[in-house]
């Protein structure tokens, strides 16, 4: 059974840090993207950042230079972390990690996500 395990939210100053995490088991991810969505009261979700098993990494516009996406496979288990430093209350909402297989035709995971609170 596939599981995607997310940790690192919580409650945060403007200007703060945060490091989100997800593990994933259950499956092979050997040639999966992972990444992180958020969602935001009112708004749809959208990608944060993602990481493909080629190693390339894609970025919105409104976190780069804040944000960095970064994972670490084994067979066993992949864990997909973002480092948020700089945050700001527009970078609050629900967070989840999501783990595909290119073009997300074989599998299409998401985490059960994890609150990011940031005050001002």
């Known amino acids: 059974q596939v599981q995607l395990v997310e940790s690192g939210g919580g409650l945060v100053q403007a200007g703060g840090s945060l490091r989100l995490s997800c593990a994933a088991s259950g499956r092979t991810f050997s040639s999966a993207a992972m990444g992180w969505y958020r969602q935001a009261p009112g708004k749809e979700r959208e990608l944060v950042a993602s990481?493909?098993?080629?190693?390339?990494?894609?970025?919105a516009d409104s976190v780069k230079g804040r944000f960095t996406i970064s994972i670490s496979r084994d067979n066993a288990k992949n864990t997909v972390s973002l480092q948020m430093n700089s945050l700001k209350p527009e970078d609050t909402g629900v967070y989840y990690c999501?783990?595909?297989?290119?073009?997300?035709?074989?599998?299409?995971?998401w985490g059960q996500g994890t609150q990011v609170t940031v005050s001002s």
């Open positions: 990481i493909l098993s080629g190693g390339g990494i894609n970025y």
């Open positions: 999501n783990v595909r297989s290119p073009g997300g035709v074989a599998y299409d995971y």
